[in-house]
């Protein structure tokens, strides 16, 4: 029984003083203005992405951490379909929440410090650098990896992305 | 008295057949209990029990996601892609004798057919793919393509499952305008 009163004396205490204080201070402490690509470049960019990795049977799946959004793959919201209009503006801001919110720090990084874009998982994965079960979708200096990467250090050409989205298929060329 | 070396490797010994007996005794009710993926288990219990009259094979299942049991972590052949075929968008009739083709990376290609049911399955010794893999169906003058690849889900009703929502493209089928496409006639009795 003393230990009980003890025990709840002490979660009183907490709740009072607010022991969650420090945690809070040490946040802030380490809290830095971070740096994202840009948004109004992204549209070009989801497109491309869209074609190559945002698939329903990939990203285009509610369970992934980088979830895209758009014509061909997973809708924002009803009464949109996968075979339904084309991406919406709703929808390019969702994907690029998504893409950017993967690894904020290292993203930052590289936008703002020049780093090495193969430090993001994105680029790794997309490259075939990192395992990654949709496996290689580019290789250095290709249309889709120019279209990412240019985006991801700032200097953007919409050229490449263009490509991606209209390069031909087994099935309409 | 401290043991001596003999003693004290016979122990050793021991505790290393204890550790073989107790892993052995782990698998072996590993695999009569299923130890598997639960998340895997729950999916295939969702697909209920076989339809009364229907034994499992070519015909059994049409428009469920056969890739979910059809593979390593299922109980069934492996398949690669497997799917059914219906007449349209607005109609669940299967459709037979649809040749659907598919074409991976490397251009290589392979053909499959729909059977009665309006099912087809692709099996790996068929199609060594190299992935995405984009399709076509057709049959006589009706032609229809794909929009998107395939990527990793070997299930047609994976992506394409009913109804049309903002995560599934609803199913799969052959006419996309009735009112130009005329849809062939069934073979099957």
Known sequence: MPLKQLFFGFMLACAVQGCAASVEEQSAAERRLLSAPSPSDFPDVANALQMRCGTLDCHGQIGRNMRLYGFGGLRLSAPETPNGDPTTDQEFAASYDSVVGLEPEALSDVVTHQADPDQLSLVRKMRGIERHKGGQQSRVGDVLDRCVVSWLIGSFDPAPCGSVISAPTPVNN | ?189
């Open chain 2, 1 to 189: 008295v401290p043991p001596t070396r003999v003693a004290k490797r016979m122990t050793r010994s021991a505790d290393a057949r204890r550790k073989c007996l107790t892993l052995l005794a782990a698998s072996v009710l590993c695999a009569l209990t299923g130890c598997g993926d639960p998340v895997h288990d729950r999916s295939v219990d969702a697909l209920g029990g076989e339809a009364p009259g229907v034994p499992k094979g070519p015909l059994h299942r049409p428009g469920q996601p056969c890739v979910l049991c059809h593979s390593d972590q299922g109980n069934a052949p492996t398949f690669l892609v497997a799917g059914t075929v219906y007449v349209s968008a607005d109609s669940r009739t299967p459709i037979d004798g649809v040749q659907v083709k598919l074409i991976d990376s490397l251009q290589h290609q392979f053909v499959a057919t729909t059977n009665c049911a309006g099912n087809f399955f692709v099996r790996p010794q068929d199609f060594s793919s190299d992935a995405p893999i984009w399709v076509t169906m057709q049959r006589d003058a009706v032609f229809r393509a794909m929009n998107t690849a395939i990527y990793r889900d070997g299930s047609c009703a994976g992506c394409h499952a009913d109804p049309v929502s903002v995560s599934s493209a609803g199913h799969v089928y052959l006419i996309d305008d009735p009112t130009v496409e005329k849809a062939p006639v069934s073979q099957c009795r």
